[in-house]
């Protein structure tokens, strides 16, 4: 359970974003068709995107007040943040991306829970969409983050891998008890995992 | 071919090698900062940097003669400790870099362009600050750029004339290099011997834009 309180205005062109939730959660569902600006609500928890105004607060510690004058740099913010396509970085090895962030505590344990061991030595460029994205989770669990941010993991995954990679996400919610916002435009896979849904509309 | 036309084409593609060395850092951080960061002045400071491709290299040169002469205070400076650029092989390095630094940081610039700034942006979430971010991604994923950047760099160097001619002169044996030693040959009446030149460095720029080419083509796929 971590708590999380949301209140911002994003403005990208013409388009503005009002977003504002606050609750304890374990995961929180984002919820919202595409185009909705769920990734703009990502983006800016990780420090990545800077909100016209409002604050972010995750647990105890405020990342983001724009009457305060806080913006923390995204290094600074102990955000895990896995974006849609994964982006593992094309010049290393998986077990190269994996460990990125130059810590190893966690990794034997991250690699079992995922199941990464057959994989690490291989190339980014030779994996599936759904390998991409465990990379990419371990890669961001690597840092002990207070939250892990997960931009529509199952996006690009048909059906039945879904069913393959859904169970991992669970098990990291399971296992390493880490909070979880999860964005999703798929109803269905909203209710298997978030005990709270933010909807985002257009 | 005899031993002077092998020394003097030798003498410049060392002379290349090392100015495009040197050139390297410098114009990677000038890249770097023109691609990536917005700062007051920046337009001003792109100006400077292509300076050198559209003034004439002679008048280049005409600078760099003033810069590093006994009048002007670098030039006094440089004399205190006693390194002496001007007409020695020092000079050529000198008029090379400044020559080949608008193509080599222009290159560079567009190499980092190209790299999807989101990787940067998961690196500093996961801790990383820019220097590390630059060195581990940014310039990895920019390198075929970098590296045509400085290929482009290095033929330019090997073909300077204008501002070596100013700063270094035509010293046999010492400052003289293929451009440079092309002309003078002709003047002297050795037509020969520059024709031998002539083809040297021909072959050279021909091996250097391939390559340079070769590597641009290739972006992104390997």
Known sequence: MIDVAIDITLRQGEFVLSVKESAAVEVLGLFGPSGSGKTSVLESIAGIRTPEHGEIRIGDRVLFSSSGKINLPARERHIGYVPQDALLFPNLDVKGNILYSGRSGDFESLVTILDLQSLLDRRVKMLSGGEKQRVAIARALMTRPSILLLDEPLAGVDRERRDVILPYILRIRKELRVPLIYVTHDHDELTSIADRVLRLGR | ?222
């Open chain 2, 1 to 222: 071919m005899n031993s002077e036309v092998w020394e003097i084409a030798r003498f410049t593609v060392l002379m290349a090698l090392l100015a495009t060395t040197l050139v390297l850092p410098p114009a990677i951080a000038v890249g770097w900062l023109l691609a990536r960061k917005t700062f007051p002045g920046k337009t001003l400071l792109e100006t400077i940097v292509s300076l050198p491709l559209v003034l004439p290299p002679v008048a280049s040169g005409l600078l760099l003669l003033w810069l590093f002469g006994r009048r002007s205070p670098v030039g006094q400076a440089l004399d205190a400790v006693g390194v002496e650029v001007i007409f020695t092989w020092k000079a050529v390095v000198l008029s090379m870099m400044v020559i080949s630094f608008p193509l080599v940081a222009r290159s560079v610039r567009a190499g980092i362009e190209q790299v999807d700034r989101r990787y940067e942006d998961i690196a500093a979430t996961l801790g990383a600050g820019s220097f590390r971010i630059l060195r581990t991604i940014t310039l990895p994923l920019a390198s075929r750029g970098i590296a045509a950047g400085a290929v482009l760099g290095f033929s330019r160097a090997l073909g300077e004339f204008g501002a070596t001619i100013m700063v270094a002169g035509a010293i046999p044996g010492r400052t003289r290099t293929l451009a440079v030693g092309i002309y003078t040959l002709v003047e002297t009446g050795r037509e020969d011997a520059a024709w031998s030149l002539l083809v040297i460095s021909a072959m050279l720029a021909f091996g250097a834009i391939y390559v340079s080419n070769r590597l641009v083509e290739n972006r992104g796929r390997a």
